[in-house]
């Protein structure tokens, strides 16, 4: 495995980074979040004319024709900036699925449109009640020439701002099928919710909602390959926007304790500290090692389950040690609200529990490992 970047790919990464970096600055999010907003449709508007939002789709739709690793980058520099844009939910959780897997009228009908920055989609794979989301408890049945689709679905970010929504359900064989619904559509009903770090979300309940056979994404001849497919993606995803998240958490503690002083010394060369920063360092170093491999992998269309669940437990646990570090180093001015860090503990926890929870990944890694007694 080469995990080096080729110059493309640093060009790519070099550009967001300009971007995000002069748009997601720490006075522009407090001036979100005291609109109450959080969603940066300016600096979304921005990334798409850049061709950073399309980059990861073909180029007959606007894409920029590269791969997972590219957007794997790419969600590392949203994480490191926490950036208020959809880029994982859109991208990675629906339009990279159609992509793949839709019809050439499903393709054109929104991903153009996707890479310009004109629509936003997202999917809904959490369900209350369910830990695994390969098993959705909503349900599709036949309906003459249409699906009729009846489940509850939780935590779908930005469910009201979407055009469509990537929504799995279980047939009464069991299989699995990937449907795509309007968020106006009869039968649909959206409950606001707030994510740990502000992101809009919501409860969708379907209630026999009808589905053209032009809006079945993948039916259940495909549907469990489909999901499965999406979900490694999902959580590869979220890894990489942690790794983003824990290596600025990190720099920020590493430039705080070198420039507060106590005793006449800055904190950094306190013995408890330094100890403190070096196992957050190893911990990134770990997050960065299994998300790159996991990536590697996925992109060059290998078999990576047992990859993808140690970079997802990383994301938890890793994540999680480096955040509460990062706020522990920092003092007081590390439970300020209004401080720039508190962004970072707050997507931290965000990206650990999105999708499954460490306990959740060394649950998958055991099923995993016990199904090859070698």
């Known amino acids: 495995m080469d995990f080096t970047t080729n110059e493309d790919q640093q060009a790519l990464v070099g550009l967001a980074t300009r971007i995000l970096s002069e748009r997601a600055t720490p006075k522009r999010l407090a001036e979100l979040e005291a609109a109450g907003g959080w969603y940066d449709d300016a600096l979304w508007q921005q990334l798409a004319t850049a061709g950073i939002v399309g980059a990861a789709l073909a180029e007959d739709v606007g894409g920029g024709g590269l791969g997972f690793t590219e957007l794997a980058l790419l969600l590392e520099q949203v994480g490191a900036h926490v950036a208020p844009v959809p880029l994982l939910e859109t991208v990675l959780y629906a339009a990279l699925p159609i992509d793949v897997f839709g019809t050439p009228e499903q393709r054109t009908r929104d991903l153009p449109d996707v890479s310009a920055g004109r629509a936003l989609l997202t999917a809904a794979l959490v369900e209350s009640g369910r830990d695994d989301p390969r098993r959705p408890l909503t349900s599709a049945r036949q309906d003459g020439d249409a699906l009729r689709l009846t489940g509850l679905k939780s935590c779908v970010p930005f469910a009201a701002q979407a055009r469509r929504i990537l929504v799995p ?96 010394r800055p904190i950094a060369t306190f013995q408890a ?62 439970v300020d609200v209004e401080y720039p860090l508190s962004r970072y503990f707050r997507w931290s926890k965000q990206m650990e529990l999105t999708l499954g929870a460490a306990p959740a990944q060394l649950l998958r890694l055991g099923a995993t490992l016990a199904a090859d007694p070698a």
């Not at 099928?177 to 959206?190: D, R």
């Not at 979300?201 to 379907?206: F, R, S, Y």
Request: proline share 4%; aromatic share 4%; glycine share 12%.
């Open 273 to 334: 500290v330094g100890h403190r920063l070096a196992d957050a360092y190893v911990d990134v170093e770990a997050m960065r090692l299994t998300t790159l491999q996991a990536v590697w992998l996925l992109d060059a269309g290998l078999p990576a389950d047992t990859e993808v669940t140690v970079a997802k437990w990383w994301a938890c646990e890793g994540g999680h040690r480096v955040a509460h570090a990062a706020q522990h180093v920092h003092g007081g001015v590390g």
């Open 169 to 264: 359900a279980s047939c009464a064989d069991g299989r699995v099928l990937l449907a795509l619904v309007e968020p106006g559509a009869p039968g649909v009903t959206l409950r606001p919710q707030t994510a740990t770090n502000g992101q809009p979300q919501a409860e969708v309940e379907l209630t026999d909602v009808a589905v053209a056979a032009v809006d079945v994404l993948v039916g259940p001849e495909r549907g469990d390959e489909a999901l499965g497919w999406l979900l490694d993606r999902a959580l590869v995803g979220i890894a990489a926007t942690a790794l983003g998240v824990s290596g600025r958490a990190l720099a920020m503690s590493a430039a705080y304790t070198t420039s507060r002083e106590q005793f006449g």
